[in-house]
């Protein structure tokens, strides 16, 4: 009979050996896995990246033999039952001769779900699923909107006092929160495989936006939204178009923006998509259709005050990041989210949805699914 304490612990430790390929496994889930016979890990394995090994396998092959009578294989995500580029994890645990295999999060695919654990059970495995499973599909973000609605997740993060303000009524912003927070985000930056900003942020800010994780430095793709190519127009670019990483830099821009401009743009091999506008704004359901055309399934947008509240309040992402610091601005010039809705009663609040909350230092990030 499964121990839920023990299942909880050895499942932990998947989830670990699972964050090890943080980021590097798009479009396919992170997994991990541990082998335990008689109550102590004995392998361990996790999925490394796309056309890799998936976890299953990877801890049957640490293992190097067959497993002892009763050993149980613990999986964060529910083992395959399709022969994709890596054959189907289930027959892989069903001729490894495993007594019991004990499951996460169910496979998010409705085509799917559900399946390998019928596969396992009528093999005469023991299966138990749903162990930390909130934690396991959480892991998950980006394949599981994929995979389910089939479009890119679209995420904005946003640094925030407590009352709201992005920063002082002059626009200094540096900083909002603290070191630890910032840290968090630069980890949130390497998870998605793409990250975008509007053309004011890169002009106020000429940031990198890359994920600096100590010394390792990883450039996503960069978006930047610049309806008029503005950001081409100083006589010294911003470092984004120019930096070691210009390759991954695509401007967003409108049909109407300055030829001078697009041509100036080709002249510095910076990539530029063109989208339709829909009041006077580029069109974020075309930004979608190009992103999931090139194979993007997920891109964080680090929003300022004037982007922030055009994507909330016109309901074009589907995930949010806040992180919120101690501190209040108390101003009513500086710049906050803007008010162009028109709210009468609570009930027409929009909420998040498989809310997670985290703590850094002083400051609280609260993020989830933008429930519209």
């Known amino acids: 009979m499964s121990d839920p304490l023990k299942d909880e612990r050895f499942m932990r430790r998947?989830?670990?050996l699972a964050q090890r390929a943080w980021g590097q496994t798009h479009p396919n889930p992170m997994v991990g896995a541990v082998i335990v016979e008689d109550g102590e890990i004995v392998a361990e394995g996790?999925?490394?990246?796309?056309?890799?090994?998936?976890?299953?396998?990877?801890?049957i092959r640490a293992l190097g033999r067959k497993p002892t009578g009763g050993a149980t294989i613990y999986v964060t995500l529910e083992p395959c039952s399709t022969c994709g580029r890596t054959g189907a994890c289930t027959d892989a645990i069903i001729a490894a001769g495993f007594a019991a295999v004990v499951v996460g999060a169910q496979d998010p695919n409705p085509a799917h779900a559900g399946r390998g654990l019928a596969i396992l059970r009528e093999a005469g495995i023991a299966v138990t699923s749903g162990v930390l499973a909130q934690e396991c599909a959480d892991l998950n973000l980006i394949f599981n909107h994929w995979i389910t609605q089939n479009t890119p997740l679209i995420a904005a993060k946003m640094a925030l006092t407590l009352d709201g303000k992005f920063a002082a009524a002059s626009g200094h912003s540096?900083?909002?929160?603290?070191?630890?927070?910032r840290a968090d985000v630069m980890r949130w930056r390497r998870y998605f495989p793409a990250i975008a900003v509007g053309a004011n942020t890169?002009?106020?800010?000429?940031?990198?936006l890359t994920s600096r994780i100590g010394e390792q430095v990883w450039c996503p793709q960069r978006f930047v939204f610049d309806r008029s190519l503005k950001t081409l127009e100083p006589a010294q670019l911003p470092q984004i178009y120019s930096d070691a990483y210009a390759s991954n830099t695509v401007l967003l821009c409108a049909e109407s923006a300055a030829t001078e401009l697009q041509a100036r743009a080709a002249r510095h091999d910076i990539e530029v998509w063109i989208l339709p506008e829909v009041e006077?704004?580029?069109?974020?359901?075309?930004?979608?259709?190009?992103?999931?055309?090139a194979e993007i399934y997920g891109v964080y947008v680090e929003v300022g005050p004037r982007l922030a509240t055009r994507v909330i309040e016109s309901a074009l992402v589907d995930?949010?990041?806040?992180y919120q610091a101690p501190k209040l601005l108390a101003d009513a010039a500086a710049p906050g989210l803007g008010s162009l809705r028109n709210t009468q009663h609570m009930h027409q609040a929009w909420t998040l949805q498989a809310l997670r909350r985290a703590q850094f230092g002083e400051d609280h990030l609260t993020r989830g699914f933008l429930q519209k």
Do not use: M
Request: aromatic share 12%; with cysteine; hydrophobic share 50%.
């Open 14 to 16: 998947a989830l670990e």
């Open 46 to 59: 996790w999925h490394h990246a796309a056309g890799k090994a998936h976890a299953e396998i990877e801890a």
């Open 174 to 181: 540096r900083w909002v929160t603290g070191e630890l927070a």
């Open 202 to 208: 890169v002009l106020h800010d000429n940031p990198s």
């Open 280 to 293: 006077g704004q580029l069109d974020w359901q075309a930004f979608r259709a190009r992103c999931l055309e």
């Open 319 to 322: 995930y949010l990041f806040i």
